[in-house]
């Protein structure tokens, strides 16, 4: 492929982060990690050096600037930027009527880098060592990036009259000078003295990241129709003219007649295993360790909590009400407990930590730091103090949601870049994760990261106090669109214990996958009912499982049925929803668990594909209709999500099927308020499902409009779904 990648040579490119920003972020974060693996004792990564290779057109990405003050902050001085300053951008000049390489120097130097410059090359030596007066330099600082770019797209004559020619005491400089001659006079980042001076200064500086800034011109070695033109990046071909050129200039031994032959097929040069060029690289890159790139999956293995460190989650809360952020603390807990897996878990929080109810991992796992705790903290007191250290195990990002994406996809990706299968549980504002890094996320994807994502407070209407550009309405729903990404949205810690421990065994177990896990988690208190007997385990992790089967006592075997698929927080609306369709329409309803409506579309979309791809084998059934065949009455699905998030599964519905949803951009009220703005507590499912009951014919067509006065539906202050409080 023209931009290699690890999912299509997984032994071969590890960063496939491409000229859009994620590149420099993406290795500031592993320059932190690399010094975090150390301090904390698990790998000596001391020897090891993240080199970032970036455009200066680039540079005017967000992701690109925007941490910079991160890596000085730590004292990264393992990280070393490299940013050919050929002065444009795909369409035009960087800052045609300005300098790119100063803005960047002042830049760089600003945010407390190492900076190192390579303008010029060795030609122009002798010329600044006689510009006694400063004329040269001043030529220099007064053109602007623009004429440097044309420059070198005309010729030396070109460049005598309007470079040199600015100055009397510069053109005389170089009246002796050939027009060919001054031609020649190169940029510093193609002089490989002055290329190499520079990557030895930046490895032996101490105490601070380093950003080389190394002067180019675009297309230098194809030719003159090449080089410092616009339109550069869109040429796709050599004329025989230009072909010609690079082969001189590359001193290859191939003849007129040969490229003349068959222009757009040049023959590949190979001096052979003999040649003493290519025997001296290969001996260097086997002192230095093997050949540069190279995808190394060689991981140790990682021991895995038993099956005992989920039984907590799974006894519930009793009476205690607890909602499921909560409860996935607990479970991660639970499993730090384990001496030999602990160790290796990185929790990585964008200073929410307290909302989320994960500050009581402060004083024990502690906050990493490279700096330590130098001063007292406010709470040095307290049980839960704040607490840095350089072995700290928590990475702390900040406000920082980019950062917090770039620290995921280093951890994720350890395995393989380190040979240590690290578990990062990056846990964030649901409606920050997505909806602001989905790109990095996709990057992580690229980069076959494996760990957690955990959406927390998560939904449009269970997020309450705050405006409505938290609620959280549609993050399934981007993450759906990501490959790698096993999404889920439980309703209880049982099941949030059954997903985490299938996903550490198919992330983490004999045979890994290069996969991901989202799970949105929300901050309603609630019992968390302990785990039923004989519960449907692989239900729960293939996406559902009958939760509450319908009783009959009371109304007789011939009553209408219905049944009802819910997610998440929607789980005890629906349960809500079955109560009422029984005790005032005599209405049987189901209530299934729904904990991942995108897995039940994969499989879907899988059965489906094998019918099409093998028409002759047996037919996979997909789970969805396995479970709802032959279960009569219509189906309501519902979540805290936007109807698009149910109607996922519509495809393999046996039977009649409607969704409810929270579409739109929330509402600012009490819980019980919002799902009745939206209609999806409790008794909009009912009404819901008695409409779709009288449509088909099997209840009286009244009881629809009966039931949706008796409820008062188009009040919001009649809503009663949902519980107050909760942080987290």
Known sequence: PSYPHPRQMPDFWEFPTVSMGLGPIAAIWQAQFNKYLHNRGLKDTSQQRVWAFLGDGEMDEVESRGALQVAAYEGLDNLTFVVNCNLQRLDGPVRGNGKIMQELEAFFRGAGWNVIKVVWGRGWDPLLAADRDGALLNV????????????????????????????????KMVEDWSDDRIWKLTRGGHDYHKVYAAYKAATEFAGAPTVILAHTIKGYFLGSHFAGRNATHQMKKLALDDL??????????????????????????????????????????????????????RPKPLKLPDTTAYSGVKKGSGNQPVATTMAFVRLLKDLMRDKEFAPYVVPIIPDEARTFGMDSFFPTIKIYSTHGQNYTPVDHELMLAYRESPTGQILHTGINEAGSAAAFQAVGSSYATHGLPMVPIYVFYSMFGFQRTADAFWAAADQLARGFLIGATAGRTTLTGEGTQHMDGHSPMLAATNPAVVAYDPAYGYEIAHIVEDALRRMYGEKPEDIFYYLTVYNEPMPQPAEPENIDAEGIVRGMYLLKEGDFEGVGPDARRAQLLASGVGVPWALEAQELLKRDFGVVADVWSVTSWSELRRDGLHCDEQRFLHPGEDNLVPWVTQKLQGRPGPVVAVSDYMRQVQD???????????????????????????????????????????QLLAASGQVDPSWPARAAEQYRLLDVTAGASGTVGGDA
């Open 244 to 297: 010609k050129q690079f082969r001189d200039r590359l001193d290859m031994p191939i003849s007129d007649a040969v490229l003349e032959e068959n222009p757009y097929q040049p023959p590949y040069v190979n001096p052979g295993p003999d040649d003493e060029r290519i025997r001296y690289v290969l001996e260097r890159r086997g002192v230095l360790g093997g050949p540069v790139p190279e995808r190394r999956n």
């Open 140 to 171: 220099m600082n007064i053109t602007t990036d623009g004429d440097y770019q044309t420059f070198k797209a005309n010729d030396g004559a070109y460049v005598r009259k309007n470079f040199f020619g600015r100055d009397p005491r510069t053109a």
């Open 648 to 690: 996922q599964i519509v495809n393999w519905v046996p039977g009649e099927f409607a969704s409810l949803g929270a579409d739109g951009f929330g509402f600012s009220d009490t819980r019980a308020a919002a799902r009745r703005f939206f209609h999806i507590d409790g008794p909009s499912i009912a009404v819901r499902t008695l």
